[in-house]
C-alpha cells in the first residue's frame, strides 16, 4: 500500500467513526423517554368519566366488538405493537370473563391534560364476594377529548408509574 492510498484509508475511517458517533448520538437522545408528571384528580366527574370510560372499554372486549375496540385503541399505540383489526382483542391485555373495572387511583399527566393513567382492578360481574381471588390488577392510560366527546386507550400497564408519582 502506498502513502496516498494509506492515507486516503485513514481519513475514510476516521470519517466513518465520525458519522457513526455523531448517529450514537442523537439516537441516545432521542430515545431517552420524557419524565412523566403525574397528579391525582380530584374532581369526581372527572374520575367517574374515565372509570366509565374504562368500564366501556372492558365490556367492548368482553363482547369481542373488534372494530369498536380497535377504534377506541391510540392511532400511535396500534403503530407501535403492530395492533391490527385481527388480532386487537387479544391483544387488549385484559383476561376475559372480568367484565367491570374498579378505579383506585386515577392520576392526570401535568404535561399532556386529559390523559389519565388509570389504576385499579377487574372484578367478575358475578362476583358476591369481596375476596381479592375474583380480582385482577389492572392499569391503563385514557385520553379524553371534550371537545369532540371521544376517548382513547392506551392498554399499557401504567400501575409502576401511578406507584412512583404518589
Known sequence: MDKTSFRIFISALIVSLF??????LITLFNTKEEEVK??????????F???NVVNKYIQLIEDEEK????NVIDDKYKKENTITLYNVINSSNTI????????QKIMEDTKEKNTYYVSGYLELNNNLDNSS?????YSLIVKLNFDT?????IPKNVGVMISANK
Open 19 to 24: 458519522i457513526f458517533g455523531i448517529l450514537l
Open 38 to 47: 403525574l397528579k391525582s384528580v380530584t374532581n369526581q366527574n372527572i374520575f
Open 49 to 51: 368519566t374515565v372509570e
Open 67 to 70: 372494530e369498536k375496540v380497535y
Open 96 to 103: 376475559p370473563k372480568y367484565t367491570s373495572f374498579i378505579a
Open 133 to 137: 381471588s375474583n380480582r385482577k390488577s
Open 149 to 153: 366527546y371521544t376517548y382513547t386507550i
